[in-house]
Each structure stands twice: as structure tokens, then as C-alpha cells.
């Protein structure tokens, strides 16, 4: 398996589109579950893109960005959760979780510098604010948007085509003991992943709810995760009925978290 230069485009033209979309937070087409998906798309190989989605998109749910907090970057996750395992068709999709993290780490800390070199922006957006030059602001937001997404572009681009033979070369060469830790590893991150989601979001109301979808999805004979899909949405929205009623009734409305 290898990718073509075409591909290689594709994906970063789909990196930069995400990472617009990452700075807008309009679509969340940002995250794992979308751009390992879509990578899988252009690289023909629709079932490895949902596969490693779903891992990936499990073992960063609670890495979310808080105040200046900034996590191991989640698109870039996706990205190469999907580009490494259809390289080396004899890694599992954990695997590949756990040897992509490096480069989630990568995009981690060139945001960190994206994030200080932009502060430089807020001097001259006040003096646009304060001539009420909103042609100017606009221009100036989309200039670091626009810096972003070409960054995104440029690296996801050499990770996926100009060294993905030294990649292949570098995890092929690897042991079995090692490639059956990173196994382990990435099996484990998805149960990481949900702890600290449920660490933000579990209350005493939202209790019941867990320990239901777990006796469904742990003792209930299913051919997949679809019938479990709806069960939750309708419990989801079972909780927002009631929850708009109490509002209505002068109560106060709780979002769970």
C-alpha cells in the first residue's frame, strides 16, 4: 500500500479545510471521528477509515481544550491513525492510535506557538476595533486562519506522502512484542479517553443513564452499535423534554455538566 500524490493533496487540502473548521468550531469536522473517516475516503479504503475513527474519536473525548490548556491535537490523530495502518496492513487500528500520538503531540505544540505568535494580532485588532474598521478585522482574523490552515496542510502533506515510505520502513522494522504494546496501549486509550469524559460530565442524575447503557451494551445481543445508537438519543432526548419543562416551570435548567 502506498499513497499517491494525489491522495497526498487530498488529505492536505482536507487537513486545512478542518483545521478552518477547527479554529470556527461551526461543523467539528476537527475531529477524529471525521478526519479519520474522510482519510480512509481518499484513500479508497472506507472500512479502516471507520475503524480507526472509532477508536480515535473514544480516546479523545475528554481531551478537550480548556482555558489556555492545549491537548495532543485530535485532527492530526485521525489523520495518521488511518495513513499508518493502511501503510502497514498488518497493524491494527490501536496500534496505529498508539504510534500516531507523536505526531498529535507534533500539532500540539505547533499550536502552542501559533496560539503566542497570534497574541502579537491583538494590538492591531484593537486599533481596527477602535476605528470601527471591520474590513480590517475580518482581514486580520482570517490571515491566522488562513496561516493555520496552511500549516496544517504543509505537515500533513510530508507526513502522509513525501516520508511515508520511511515511516513504513521504520514501523515494519519493529518487533512484535513492541507492535503488540502498542495494541494494548491503543485499546487502553479509548477507556482513558471516556474517564475523563465522564469526570467533567458524571452527576447524580447522569448515573443512571451509565450503568443502563452498560448493562445494554455488555449483556444485550446486538449485530452492532446502531440499536444502542438510538436508545441513547431517545434517552438523550427524553432528558431535554424534561429538562425544558423544568425551565418552563421556573426551575433551573442543568446542561449535565
Do not use: H
Not at 11 to 35: G, H, N, S, V, Y
Not at 176 to 195: Q, R
Not at 222 to 249: H, R, S, T
Amino acid at each position: 500500500m502506498s499513497i499517491t500524490l494525489v491522495q497526498g493533496l487530498m488529505l492536505a487540502l482536507m487537513a486545512a479545510i478542518c483545521a478552518i473548521d477547527k479554529c470556527t468550531e461551526a461543523f467539528f469536522w476537527f475531529r477524529p471521528i471525521t478526519t479519520a473517516f474522510l482519510t480512509g475516503v481518499i484513500l479508497g479504503d472506507v472500512k479502516l477509515g471507520l475503524q480507526c475513527a472509532a477508536i480515535a474519536e473514544l480516546a479523545f473525548t475528554g481531551l478537550l481544550t480548556v482555558g489556555g490548556t492545549v491537548p495532543p491535537d485530535g485532527l492530526m490523530a485521525g489523520i495518521m491513525t488511518t495513513v499508518l495502518a493502511y501503510l502497514n496492513p498488518g497493524l491494527t487500528p490501536e496500534a496505529a492510535l498508539s504510534l500516531a500520538f507523536p505526531f498529535a503531540l507534533l500539532m500540539q505544540w505547533v499550536g502552542i506557538i501559533e496560539n503566542t505568535t497570534f497574541a502579537g494580532f491583538m494590538p492591531i485588532m484593537e486599533k481596527q476595533a477602535y476605528k470601527a474598521d471591520i474590513k480590517g478585522l475580518w482581514r486580520t482574523l482570517f490571515t491566522g486562519v488562513g496561516i493555520t490552515a496552511i500549516i496544517y496542510a504543509i505537515i500533513v502533506f510530508l507526513s502522509t506522502y513525501a516520508i511515508q515510505e520511511p515511516i513504513r520502513l521504520f514501523v515494519e522494522n519493529f518487533p512484535e512484542w513492541i507492535v503488540n504494546g502498542f495494541t494494548v496501549a491503543g485499546g487502553i486509550m479509548p477507556a482513558i479517553g471516556l474517564a475523563m469524559l465522564l469526570r467533567v460530565m458524571m452527576t447524580t442524575e447522569n448515573a443512571p443513564y451509565l450503568f443502563i447503557g452498560f448493562v445494554v451494551a455488555t449483556f444485550v445481543e446486538m449485530g452492532n452499535v446502531l440499536p444502542i445508537a438510538i436508545v441513547g438519543a431517545a434517552i438523550a432526548y427524553l432528558g431535554y423534554l424534561n429538562a425544558k419543562k423544568q425551565a418552563a416551570q421556573g426551575g433551573n435548567e442543568d446542561d449535565g455538566i
